[in-house]
């Protein structure tokens, strides 16, 4: 078993991915925030969720798993299940956010908030691995397992804190960079926590190639960027100004 057979090139794109969509979706949280109508905070909140979970969570995780091989064969993957997990983080992400854009931020709510979005990171990473078809088992350490929803938890919640509390741009940026640690970070201790038990009895896997997911997903990520920071630049705000009040 191999986790970046494709170089450092893969974790290290992973990582600016997921960083790029923590940056918009966190803007967006901003923006919702600052709206007024409840409309439009619910509409930028879904923005934040596709930016967060699909670009941030969901094609991080496959761009990452490009470098995932498993020496005694073939990997495949299922495709209706990694739909599902984009799903699950989409979904759950969007539920932490709309916590912190659409309620009064309290420390529990905000804590509850980073609880949902770690757990969204991690419920997709794992829904993600229970695509995976080789001939063999995957098992996992449940320590390292326990681990990785620690870390997405505890750096979830850092980031929706500094969005909230910190005013400045480069808050900002630390916060995208933060959430960027609590994606990729998450990813390879699951990845370390994963022990893979080979069964040549097994017959030869059918499914999708990760290339034949990554790419079409890709090109469809790389065109939600596009909209969002379009939709971000051309909307009458500032989306790296001040965000709206901190806790309360």
């Given at each position: 078993?191999?986790?970046?057979?494709s170089?450092?090139?893969?974790?290290?794109?992973?990582y600016?991915i997921?960083v790029i969509?923590?940056?918009?979706?966190?803007?967006?949280?901003?923006?919702a925030?600052?709206?007024?109508?409840?409309?439009s905070?619910?509409l930028?909140?879904?923005?934040?969720?596709?930016?967060?979970?699909?670009v941030?969570?969901?094609?991080?995780?496959?761009i990452?798993?490009?470098?995932?091989e498993?020496?005694?064969?073939?990997?495949?993957?299922?495709?209706?299940?990694?739909a599902?997990?984009?799903?699950?983080?989409?979904?759950?992400?969007?539920?932490g956010?709309?916590?912190?854009?659409l309620?009064?931020v309290?420390?529990?709510r905000?804590?509850?908030?980073?609880?949902?979005?770690?757990?969204?990171v991690?419920?997709?990473?794992?829904?993600?691995?229970?695509?995976?078809?080789?001939?063999?088992?995957?098992?996992?350490?449940?320590?390292?397992?326990?681990?990785?929803?620690?870390?997405?938890?505890?750096?979830?919640?850092a980031?929706?804190?500094?969005?909230?509390?910190?005013?400045?741009?480069?808050?900002?940026?630390a916060?995208g960079?933060?959430?960027g640690?609590a994606?990729?970070?998450?990813h390879?201790?699951g990845m370390?926590?994963v022990?893979?038990?080979?069964?040549?009895?097994?017959?030869t896997?059918?499914?999708t190639?990760?290339?034949?997911?990554?790419?079409?997903?890709?090109?469809l990520?790389g065109?939600?960027v596009?909209?969002?920071?379009?939709?971000?630049?051309?909307?009458?705000?500032?989306?790296?100004?001040e965000?709206?009040d901190?806790l309360?």
């Open positions: 078993m191999q986790h970046f057979s170089g450092l090139w893969t974790p290290l794109l992973a600016a997921s969509g923590s940056l918009i979706g966190l803007s967006c949280m901003s923006r925030r600052n709206e007024d109508g409840r409309r905070k619910v930028w909140t879904i923005f934040g969720a596709f930016a967060i979970g699909g941030a969570i969901w094609l991080m995780h496959f990452a798993m490009l470098g995932f498993v020496t005694s064969g073939t990997v495949k993957y299922s495709a209706p299940l990694t599902l997990s984009a799903l699950i983080a989409v979904g759950v992400v969007g539920v956010l709309s916590i912190v854009t309620l009064r309290t420390p529990v905000l804590v509850g908030a980073g609880v949902l979005a770690g757990l969204g991690a419920g997709m990473h794992y829904m993600g691995m229970s695509a995976i078809r080789f001939q063999g088992e995957l098992s996992y350490d449940t320590g390292l397992v326990v681990l990785s929803c620690v870390i997405a938890v505890a750096a979830a919640t980031a929706f804190w500094f969005t909230l509390v910190v005013k400045t741009t480069l808050a900002r940026v916060a960079l933060v959430m640690v994606v990729t970070g998450m390879f201790t370390a926590a022990n893979v038990e080979p069964d040549m009895t097994i017959p896997p059918v499914g190639d990760v290339f034949d997911l990554v790419f079409p997903v890709f090109l990520g065109l939600v596009a909209v969002l920071l379009w939709t971000l630049f051309t909307s009458e705000n500032d989306p790296l100004g965000p709206a901190g309360r």
